[in-house]
């Protein structure tokens, strides 16, 4: 009864850590939509002036995958524990519309599942930070900040291995890079090869295509 009586209340409904939270300002939708425009705005800028050579409207697809799948995803994380990724969705999808291109096909796989990963790890980190009781203007900030220091660190890194790591990659014995072997595969099998040829409608394994679709309905 007490349960009914808290959902009929809407302020006895909500929980002590809600009621202190509410002395922070939150951040408003307009400064995430800010954001995304400058993403999108950078996105459209690489792909289009460098050799990842993605389609513009792929940056549009792909934010609308994400738009339409962060839902289900979260339900799923925050009932379950269990994370669930694009990677292998997307390049499916972008397989199909882009076949033999494996550069651009592997940068919308990369784009899709690294932006549905930062909005679950936003998602949490704000949940962890109203326990906390910490401004959502600073959680956001460093989550932001704490990215863009991963890109620039992710990708310096990436390229003195590979230009000034001499034959530490092929002979070294505690370098194996196997994620990337993994990466490199993918690229191959969705990219260079596409799905068309797997699952199409001469393809080894279009039972596993039908059966998929039967098994989702």
């Known amino acids: 009864m007490n349960a009914f009586k808290q959902i009929q209340d809407s302020i006895d409904a909500q929980d002590k850590h809600v009621k202190m939270m509410a002395a922070y300002p939150d951040v408003p939708e307009r400064l995430y939509l800010l954001f995304l425009g400058i993403c999108i705005a950078a996105a459209l800028l690489v792909s289009l002036t460098t ?22 995803f979260g339900i799923i994380l925050a009932v379950s524990g269990f994370s669930l990724y694009m990677n292998v969705f ?49 959680m956001v900030f460093a ?40 990466f490199y595969s993918a690229g191959g099998i969705w990219g260079a090869i596409g799905p068309q040829r797997f699952f199409g409608c001469l393809g080894v394994s279009t039972s596993l295509c039908i059966g998929a679709k039967n098994g989702s309905i």
């Open 51 to 72: 050799p990842f050579a993605m389609p513009w409207w792929a940056i549009f697809l792909n934010t609308l995958l994400c738009v339409i799948f962060i839902l289900p």
């Open 90 to 138: 997307t390049e499916f999808i972008i397989g199909l519309m882009i076949p033999g291109q494996t550069v651009a096909v592997m940068a919308f796989k990369s784009w899709g599942t690294n932006n549905a990963n930062q909005a679950l790890a936003l998602t949490a980190d704000l949940k962890l930070g109203q326990y906390l009781h910490i401004a959502p203007y600073s």
């Open 143 to 182: 989550q932001f900040w704490g990215t863009f220091l991963n890109a620039v660190c992710s990708t310096g890194a990436c390229w003195y291995m590979m230009f000034h790591s001499g034959s530490l990659l092929l002979t070294g014995p505690d370098w194996q890079y196997a994620g990337f072997q993994v």
